[in-house]
């Protein structure tokens, strides 16, 4: 499975960023995906996911201001991210999950950055 991340960039706090995901070699369909985000110094952590079946669950500092989606036609899985904060800030990673939570296959990250 090949993905890769787009829409990352530079963005005052309080603004919005969308993020895509485009996967290939797979069946996207059945594959759960995940968004997870890597700040400097600080371990990966998971942000939201998105099951195969639509069902969506979020991380408590993101919900209530990132959307997760997905487009099966296009094999793709967005973040759309709201309220951005400061400590919002890191690499954000896409990736194909199994059993629903594990992580299998990784792009390369895009990075967001939230100015004060």
């Known amino acids: 499975v090949q993905l890769v991340e787009s829409g990352g960039g530079l963005v005052q706090a309080g603004g919005s960023l969308r993020l895509s995901c485009v996967a290939s070699g797979s069946i996207f369909s059945t594959n759960a995906m995940g968004w997870y985000r890597q700040a400097p110094g600080k371990e990966r952590e998971w942000v939201a996911r998105i099951t195969s079946g639509f069902a969506i669950y979020y991380a408590d500092s993101v919900r209530g201001r990132f959307i997760i989606s997905r487009d099966n036609a296009k094999n793709t899985v967005s973040l759309q991210m709201n309220s951005l904060k400061p400590e919002d800030t890191a690499v954000y990673y896409c990736?194909?999950?199994?059993?629903?939570?594990?992580?299998?296959?990784w792009g390369q990250g895009t990075q967001v950055t939230v100015s004060s």
């Open positions: 990736a194909t999950l199994r059993l629903g939570t594990i992580p299998s296959s």
